[in-house]
């Protein structure tokens, strides 16, 4: 529920604010009554509100002084509403400043009173709802970083909804209606593969959903699940990895035993490093030495099992090549050094044929025009790799990765920088407050533009202004 403290020296004021709405009805708890801005303080110590109602003119500490202090907090976010008479309206609008927008007048009309708290809950669900968004957002994009070029990112804001996770991998879209069992929170678009990102709040049942979701799809669908893993540990790189190789094993495998061969990140790296290059005998010089360090079938198959899937996440290869898992059934057929090299000639090398043509021929040019997309948008608090990534018809773990390999920056900590330096200008330029700059450059939430602002410039805004006004 959310919680109401009003701050009131007139105790029937305050009582008649009490019983002239029927609160549990809003969802709304009172919390308390303070007979000042000074006692309203302390009471906030102990209780965080989510809305205020205050008066202006007490004795101690008044309503505006409250105000100005908890302004000042980081963690203050709470929504204020003003009481005050009508000889005082004036001076209750200094409030507006502090980002105060809420004001009725005495004596309190509680159809005033209903309409103004039906608008405030209202902003609080959205707000709410808009944080949820963004947050999303950063732990998508944190994950497509991790998962592209293993790297994490500047923001380390990254809240995951649920303390375990686990990723289903399929090498084709799977229909939302029978996704809708496993109770994923959303996917990642790896090229014309898909990652679905499930939490859960118990490992056991996390295990149990996903395992029963795989089972019953992989029949249909080409798919696997990796084990479950903590928000702790952000390992989202492995989990991907382990979703690779249960596809490869297929689910209902309880006991299977894992290939002792793997494609490194180390491995991978080099060989993306050659292919963007367009170095063709390089690439090929480097697969065979990797291929060299085990001579078994079952190791050739493995990795170049692993290193198809690895190279074609970052490609939109509909047209170009094969729109089916024909080639994951002919690889599953592979018995024999004469099947493994037709599935090769057949499936493998087209697809490095495929990238060697195009994979640099428009780098430098997709980096621009994401950078000119970020210019262009970077005040919608919803600005992702998914977006950008959509306008230029691009996989999204495609983007990130040419973006990093073309600005020397990746996708979020740019975004980020470009929003500080724009609070930067609107800091020293304009009056705005903190809500408002927030909210101008894409932070729906100030508190965290508060922090990145710190992050990037070892100052706070207000220190920042101070210095630059």
Same mark, same amino acid.
């Given at each position: 529920m959310l919680q109401l403290l009003t701050v009131e020296d007139?105790?029937?004021?305050?009582?008649?604010?009490?019983?002239?709405?029927?609160? =549990?009805?809003?969802?709304?708890? *009172?919390?308390?009554?303070?007979?000042?801005?000074?006692?309203?303080l302390d009471l906030m110590k102990l209780n965080k509100p989510d809305i205020i109602i205050t008066d202006i003119k007490m004795p101690v500490m008044d309503g505006l002084s409250m105000i100005e202090r908890l302004s000042g907090d980081v963690a203050f976010d709470s929504k204020v509403i003003i009481i005050s008479g009508y000889n005082d309206f004036e001076y209750a609008k200094k409030a507006i400043k502090y980002g105060v927008s809420n004001f009725i007048l005495k004596p309190i009309d509680p159809e005033e009173l209903k309409s103004t708290i039906e608008s405030v809950v209202s902003q609080i669900h959205k707000e709410k709802r808009e944080q949820e968004?963004?947050?999303?957002?950063?732990?998508?994009?944190?994950?497509?970083?991790?998962? &592209?070029?293993?790297?994490?990112?500047?923001?380390?804001?990254?809240?995951f909804p649920k303390k375990y996770y686990c990723f289903i991998f399929s090498l084709t879209e799977i229909p939302e209606a029978e996704m809708k069992q496993s109770g994923y929170s959303f996917s990642l678009r790896m090229g014309r593969q898909i990652v679905y990102v499930v939490?859960?709040?118990?490992?056991?049942? *996390?295990?149990?959903?996903?395992? &029963?979701?795989?089972?019953n799809l992989h029949d249909r669908y080409a798919c696997g699940m990796s084990q479950v893993h903590t928000s702790d540990d952000l390992s989202v790189e492995k989990a991907y990895k382990e979703a690779i190789q249960d596809m490869k094993y297929g689910s209902g495998e309880e006991n299977r035993k894992p290939s002792p061969t793997y494609l490194t990140v180390e491995d991978e790296s080099r060989l993306l490093s050659a292919l963007k290059k367009g170095e063709k005998? *390089?690439?090929?010089?480097?697969?065979?030495?990797?291929?060299?360090?085990?001579?078994?079938?079952?190791?050739?198959?493995?990795?170049?099992?692993?290193?198809?899937?690895?190279?074609?996440?970052?490609?939109?290869?509909?047209?170009?090549l094969n729109d089916n898992v024909s080639w994951l059934l002919e690889w599953k057929t592979v018995s024999a050094w004469g099947d493994l090299y037709r599935w090769k000639a057949t499936f493998f090398n087209p697809l490095i044929e495929f990238i060697l043509n195009r994979w640099d021929k428009q780098s430098k040019d997709y980096a621009l025009?994401?950078?000119?997309?970020?210019?262009? =948008?970077?005040?919608?608090?919803? *600005?992702?790799?998914?977006?950008?990534?959509?306008?230029?018809?691009?996989?999204?773990?495609y983007l990130s990765l040419l973006f990093k390999n073309e600005t020397g920056i990746n996708f979020t900590s740019y975004?980020?920088?470009?929003?500080?330096?724009?609070?930067?200008?609107?800091?020293?330029?304009t009056k705005l407050n903190l809500i408002e700059i927030s909210r101008a450059v894409g932070f729906n939430d100030v508190k965290y533009f508060i922090k990145v602002f710190k992050k990037e410039l070892s100052l706070t805004p207000i220190q920042y202004r101070e210095i630059h006004r």
């Amino acid at each position: 529920m959310l919680q109401l403290l009003t701050v009131e020296d007139e105790p029937w004021i305050s009582k008649g604010i009490e019983k002239m709405l029927p609160w =549990h009805q809003y969802d709304i708890q *009172l919390i308390g009554h303070a007979k000042n801005g000074e006692m309203a303080l302390d009471l906030m110590k102990l209780n965080k509100p989510d809305i205020i109602i205050t008066d202006i003119k007490m004795p101690v500490m008044d309503g505006l002084s409250m105000i100005e202090r908890l302004s000042g907090d980081v963690a203050f976010d709470s929504k204020v509403i003003i009481i005050s008479g009508y000889n005082d309206f004036e001076y209750a609008k200094k409030a507006i400043k502090y980002g105060v927008s809420n004001f009725i007048l005495k004596p309190i009309d509680p159809e005033e009173l209903k309409s103004t708290i039906e608008s405030v809950v209202s902003q609080i669900h959205k707000e709410k709802r808009e944080q949820e968004n963004v947050s999303s957002i950063r732990l998508k994009n944190y994950m497509y970083e991790r998962i &592209t070029h293993q790297e994490k990112p500047a923001d380390d804001e990254i809240v995951f909804p649920k303390k375990y996770y686990c990723f289903i991998f399929s090498l084709t879209e799977i229909p939302e209606a029978e996704m809708k069992q496993s109770g994923y929170s959303f996917s990642l678009r790896m090229g014309r593969q898909i990652v679905y990102v499930v939490f859960g709040d118990t490992p056991e049942g *996390l295990t149990k959903l996903a395992r &029963t979701t795989v089972t019953n799809l992989h029949d249909r669908y080409a798919c696997g699940m990796s084990q479950v893993h903590t928000s702790d540990d952000l390992s989202v790189e492995k989990a991907y990895k382990e979703a690779i190789q249960d596809m490869k094993y297929g689910s209902g495998e309880e006991n299977r035993k894992p290939s002792p061969t793997y494609l490194t990140v180390e491995d991978e790296s080099r060989l993306l490093s050659a292919l963007k290059k367009g170095e063709k005998k *390089l690439f090929t010089q480097q697969l065979n030495e990797l291929l060299d360090r085990d001579q078994t079938l079952e190791a050739h198959l493995f990795i170049l099992f692993q290193l198809y899937v690895e190279i074609s996440k970052y490609f939109r290869v509909y047209n170009e090549l094969n729109d089916n898992v024909s080639w994951l059934l002919e690889w599953k057929t592979v018995s024999a050094w004469g099947d493994l090299y037709r599935w090769k000639a057949t499936f493998f090398n087209p697809l490095i044929e495929f990238i060697l043509n195009r994979w640099d021929k428009q780098s430098k040019d997709y980096a621009l025009q994401a950078k000119i997309f970020v210019e262009q =948008h970077y005040g919608n608090s919803s *600005l992702s790799l998914d977006m950008v990534a959509e306008y230029l018809e691009l996989s999204p773990s495609y983007l990130s990765l040419l973006f990093k390999n073309e600005t020397g920056i990746n996708f979020t900590s740019y975004i980020a920088k470009k929003r500080i330096k724009e609070a930067q200008t609107l800091l020293a330029r304009t009056k705005l407050n903190l809500i408002e700059i927030s909210r101008a450059v894409g932070f729906n939430d100030v508190k965290y533009f508060i922090k990145v602002f710190k992050k990037e410039l070892s100052l706070t805004p207000i220190q920042y202004r101070e210095i630059h006004r």
